[in-house]
């Protein structure tokens, strides 16, 4: 077990600017949780050692603890105290299947939504300029994405397809590959590369984490059957709630 009273130390966690202290300290303890520093069945100091450490109030305190407890990631015990849970809710995303987010959350029963951070036709970059085999004069469609699920923050989505394969981008509602589907431009293929990188301040606004939180990084390039490629997508997915799987077979 980490030693949690010197995590506690305002220094550790609090920021000016970066939101409310009950929510700066959830992050912070939900992400030493996340990164095994407090494993399953670790007990959290009381309320008022919390409190006294942090230099907070024990109000502020409860509510931090509320929403570890709404999170699923501390259990609170009758005359115990409040305890890391032994197992939480977990995505199992295939790394072999094209589906997207929503029709992944769908299949789970689970309500999605998307907040649009950006949409539009743009110049390409030399990196969308290569991998999506565009030249200078062209245009490409950037949607960017904050992907939810049940009302938590999960993911983010940086999309960028040829105009002709997506003219426009202001017409997206949720789900990306419905749309291609409709216009007969869905991929059948993908190459996809994941990488662990730790989560930028603006990172971990958007997904409710503490700065430097681990997350995983998914760079995917999409091609038609006639191998054109037509999506480049950059995602960032919480490690806290995403496990990326493949199956693998003898060839």
């Known amino acids: 077990m980490t030693d ?22 959830h992050r912070h303890i939900r992400g030493l949780v996340s990164s095994g520093d407090l494993a399953a069945e670790d007990q959290l100091p009381s309320e008022r050692e919390i409190a006294d450490r942090a230099q907070i109030s024990r109000v502020t305190v409860r509510k931090a603890i509320a929403e570890l407890v709404a999170d699923g990631l ?23 299947s094209l589906v997207s987010f929503t029709e992944n959350l769908q299949a789970r029963g689970i ?21 999506l085999g565009l030249s200078p004069h062209h245009q490409v469609a950037r949607i960017n994405r904050l992907r939810s699920g049940d009302g938590v923050p999960m993911a983010l989505e940086y999309s960028s397809l040829p105009e002709d394969v997506l003219p426009r981008p202001d017409k997206i509602d949720l ?7 409709a216009r007969g431009t869905a991929p059948t293929r993908a190459i996809q590369r994941v990488i662990a990188v730790n989560a930028t301040a603006p990172v971990a606004d958007l997904l409710d984490l503490a700065e430097g939180a681990a997350v995983l990084q998914i760079e995917r390039t999409a091609y038609l059957a006639s191998g054109r490629p037509i999506e480049f997508t950059s995602g960032i997915y919480r490690s806290d709630i995403y496990d990326f799987v493949s199956e693998l077979r003898l060839d």
């Open 4 to 25: 949690l009273i010197a995590e506690l130390d305002p220094t550790q966690w609090y920021r000016d600017g970066r939101g409310p202290r009950y929510k700066q300290l």
């Open 74 to 96: 501390i259990e609170q015990r009758h005359g115990a105290g409040s305890f890391v849970r032994a197992s939480s809710n977990r995505f199992e995303q295939s790394l072999s």
């Open 111 to 131: 309500t999605s939504a998307s907040r649009v951070l950006l949409k539009g036709l743009f110049r390409p970059t030399p990196t969308e300029a290569m991998v």
């Open 175 to 181: 789900s990306l590959y419905e749309l291609l589907r």
